[in-house]
């Protein structure tokens, strides 16, 4: 059975062809790309090699932490799974933790003080060969590729020094991220990474608070699942 | 407020419980992590139409596009490599159908959008803005059964051969076919309907 020819190629109305064809050149906007990047915790090291850090020992042991990162997340997604995961991603974290972990965040954390060069940081959120400037699906004015790139790095630090057991690292890094970010594309992400450092640090009642303040500002959202497990608590 | 921790408490004080616990290796962790980031970049522009053509309301393609994949990653393990792109779809379809019985939830009284009268004035030939014929597809798709839309935007969007839609939905290739002739017939007569009072009103 041979496909007929395609409307955008075989039809004789212009119309039908314009429709087809404003619906075949759209593409996912940047923040899409950016927020599920970091809710699957898969960007780091490239952004991170992004901001000079270089030697494959590195590289390796920030791999291992955005794994457990991705791990936490999507347990937390799974029906059920809400309540056990903390302490099993703590634990999976005490046996993978890097060596290197001080010099890692170290590191890492330049890209919030020194943002890595724009076409390099572009490249990362923009997708290699991937047309950006193409028209977003939901309608808003894109954010440029760089300033969502660096938003990435800024969280992905924060991240790594709660996998590395340093919440309080991970919230100045928060901090950082909400001064140079006010109005940031990845706030939710960053709310709720702040929440787990806080219960990660022990401030069980903080952590409660906030993600009670997230529930209600973000009922829908995909991360308000992972808040709820501190009302669960 | 941003909220500050005060003083070192137990930073990890339950970590202790499950030092028993299996090891992934790391080399395994990090191909399914090459892995998952493939799928995401290979994939997500596909995600965002499918999920858009499908009914997920504009405002929320975003989280929809996230949620997505979040499921997928979720279920990775039981993807045999090369059915990724199959298993994509099929859970952008379903989140695209959740989306849409929630909104149809929220909407107490269905109100039937109206067109603007300069998508009403499109002839067959004449060339519409962009964001008018986003609005004329929208609402073309939105009134075409789900199984006919789905069909229709894989193979004239998404470009996809019958033979792949059919396995990618799992069903027969003649399905494909005959959903696809009645899509076509459907996006024609309701286009046909979009354009009739402009053509109408030439003739008085």
Avoid: C
């Avoid at chain 1, 500002?217 to 992972?226: K, N, Q, Y």
């Avoid at chain 2, 090459?34 to 970049?41: F, N």
């Avoid at chain 2, 965002?48 to 279920?75: C, H, W």
């Avoid at chain 2, 073309?140 to 193979?155: G, P, S, Y």
């Amino acid at each position: 059975m041979s496909d007929p020819v395609r409307l955008f190629d075989g039809s004789d109305s212009a119309l039908e062809r314009q429709l087809l064809g404003v619906a075949r050149s759209e593409r996912s906007s940047r923040e899409a790309r950016a927020k599920t990047l970091a809710a699957l915790g898969i960007t780091s090291s490239a952004a991170l090699s992004a901001a000079a850090v270089g030697a494959m020992a590195t590289r390796a042991s920030i791999a291992v932490g955005k794994t457990a990162w991705a791990k936490l997340l999507l347990s937390l997604s799974a029906l059920g799974a809400v309540a056990i995961a903390p302490p099993v991603y703590r634990a999976w974290q005490r046996h993978h933790a890097a060596v290197d972990a001080h010099a890692t965040v170290g590191r890492a954390a330049q890209a919030i003080a020194a943002p890595p060069a724009p076409t390099e940081m572009a490249a990362v959120a923009a997708g290699a060969g991937i047309d950006r400037d193409r028209p977003a699906l939901d309608g808003t004015a894109p954010v440029p590729a760089a300033t969502l790139a660096r938003e990435l790095a800024a969280l992905d630090v924060a991240r790594t020094a709660a996998a590395h057991h340093d919440p309080r690292r991970a919230i100045a890094l928060l901090d950082a991220y909400a001064r140079a970010y006010p109005g940031g594309s990845l706030r939710p992400e960053a709310e709720i990474l702040r929440i787990d450092a806080l219960a990660q640090g022990g401030h069980a009642a903080a952590a409660r608070y906030r993600a009670e303040a997230f529930v209600r500002r973000h009922p829908g959202s995909v991360l308000a699942a992972r808040a709820r497990q501190y009302l669960a608590d | 407020m941003q909220l500050q921790p005060a003083g070192a408490g137990p930073v990890d004080a339950r970590a202790g419980e499950a030092d028993a616990l299996p090891r992934p290796t790391a080399s395994a962790d990090r191909e399914r992590d090459a892995r998952l980031r493939g799928i995401v970049e290979g994939h997500i522009d596909f995600v965002a139409r499918v999920l858009r053509n499908a009914g997920s309301p504009s405002a929320e393609i975003d989280d929809d596009v996230q949620r997505t994949f979040i499921i997928a990653a979720r279920k990775l393990d039981d993807v045999r490599p090369g059915a990724e792109k199959s298993f994509i779809l099929r859970v952008a379809l379903n989140v695209a159908a959740h989306a849409r019985r929630t909104l149809a939830r929220r909407r107490e009284v269905t109100v039937e959008p109206t067109l603007e009268m300069a998508d009403a004035a499109a002839s067959p030939e004449q060339i519409v803005d962009r964001n008018q014929a986003r609005r004329m597809l929208d609402r073309i798709l939105q009134k075409m059964h789900a199984d006919l839309r789905t069909v229709f935007v894989l193979f004239e969007v998404e470009e996809m051969s019958m033979i792949e839609i059919a396995a990618a939905l799992g069903i027969p290739q003649g399905t494909v076919a005959s959903r696809l002739r009645r899509a076509r017939a459907e996006f024609r007569a309701r286009l046909d309907a979009i354009r009739a009072p402009s053509e109408s009103e030439k003739q008085r």
